[in-house]
């Protein structure tokens, strides 16, 4: 195992060089540092803060689209003779359809829960209670649209739980999803997965095709995943396993915890929390892990090959590869940024943290 402590490794480098040489060239490292790290940190934060106001936006398209829809598409489906069932608002659904596997599920919840099931069945059981608010909806053999409101008396409110959907569909489905203040549980579906949530938890398991999951004020998690995963939390940890396709995850305040993950293209990054990754890393891959204020953690095969640029300020780096400093390292004097090869390098691997430590780790 090789430990290097930062501090140590710049007086060792600086050795030999005139002292105001040697001043010079610590400033400019530290700023160089200060600079990337910042610069990690700031297109960290615009992601979740953009996946936020894409989350936001969607509420408020989704309503202002459907406050003038309904009474168009009721006149239209008025003169549709199809598998159609178009009803009025009411306060409960316990029903039972035809549905397609290719088929596609919106739902929208303005104050509750939303928990979708897959199975091996052609049809869909949708389920939805509200204790003050009313469903709005649209049913048919290859679309189920849903969406709960306020009713007039208690617009506005905010009672906890009011509302919940449970839904069990054919697996391979896409689902649409968003509460603003619930959790929104997605099991089993097999297909693609849009899942958001204002004020709650949103998890995801056993999905494929393209995943993007969102939480402004909770955590996020997804596992046995096939395809491209996005994940963000503005405060909350973010949790991934069992994933292959390119993972691009963030949060502001919290823990980034990577489990069993084969991707080519990875980024992770967080203001304020940990990284841990544990996974393959392919020679052709790229994998950048940033943290302003958190430890780094990587677990990778011992069979690894891969280019190491490590960097922190006030922290060390611990490696259970044999370190070699590339001699550019020395001619520059980057004291505090680490670069070096094993197994005849390949994938390009970048953590930073600016005041937490780097450890990597063989299994």
Do not use: C
């Not at 936020?52 to 003038?68: T, V």
């Not at 390119?246 to 304020?272: F, H, M, P």
């Not at 370190?323 to 930073?352: I, K, Y």
């Amino acid at each position: 195992m090789s430990r290097l402590s930062i501090f140590p490794l710049l007086a060792a480098l600086a050795i030999g060089a005139p002292p105001s040489v040697q001043a010079q060239a610590s400033e400019r490292s530290f700023e160089r540092m200060i600079e990337s790290i910042a610069s990690a940190a700031e297109r960290m934060a615009l992601e979740v803060e953009r996946s936020a106001s894409r989350l936001a936006i969607r509420f408020e398209r989704e309503f202002n689209r459907r406050d003038g829809r309904w009474e168009q598409e009721r006149e239209r489906q008025s003169r549709r003779r199809d598998d159609v069932q178009w009803q009025e608002p009411r306060t409960s659904i316990d029903t039972t359809i035809a549905f397609s596997s290719n088929g596609l599920i919106e739902l929208t919840n303005l104050s509750g829960d939303i928990v979708v099931t897959g199975w091996d069945r052609k049809d869909a059981h949708i389920k939805a209670e509200s204790e003050r608010g009313e469903f709005e909806f649209e049913l048919s053999s290859s679309r189920i649209i849903l969406q709960a409101r306020s009713s007039r008396g208690s617009r506005g409110e905010r009672g906890g739980r009011e509302t919940r959907y449970e839904l069990k569909v054919p697996r391979g489905v896409r689902v649409v999803a968003n509460s603003m203040t619930g959790e929104v549980t997605i099991t089993g579906t097999g297909g693609s997965v849009e899942a958001g949530s204002i004020s709650g938890d949103v998890a995801v398991d056993d999905a494929s095709g393209r995943s993007e999951l969102t939480s402004v004020s909770g955590d996020v998690s997804g596992k046995r995943i096939k395809g491209d995963v996005e994940a963000t939390s503005v405060s909350g940890n973010v949790e991934l396993s069992d994933v292959e396709g390119r993972v691009r995850t963030g949060t502001t305040s919290g823990d980034i915890v990577l489990t069993r993950i084969v991707s080519r293209n990875l980024e992770a990054s967080t203001t304020s929390g940990d990284i841990e990754f544990e996974g393959g890393v392919e020679s052709d891959g790229r994998y950048e892990f940033n943290s302003h204020s958190g430890d780094i953690s990587l677990v990778v095969p011992s069979a690894t090959s891969a280019r190491f640029a490590v960097e922190s300020f006030s922290g060390s780096m611990e490696s259970d590869f044999a370190v070699t400093l590339q001699p550019t390292d020395r001619s520059n004097r980057r004291q505090r940024r680490f670069e070096f090869s094993v197994g005849g390098g390949g994938a390009h691997v970048v953590a930073e943290t600016f005041s937490g430590d780097v450890n990597i780790r063989r299994r």
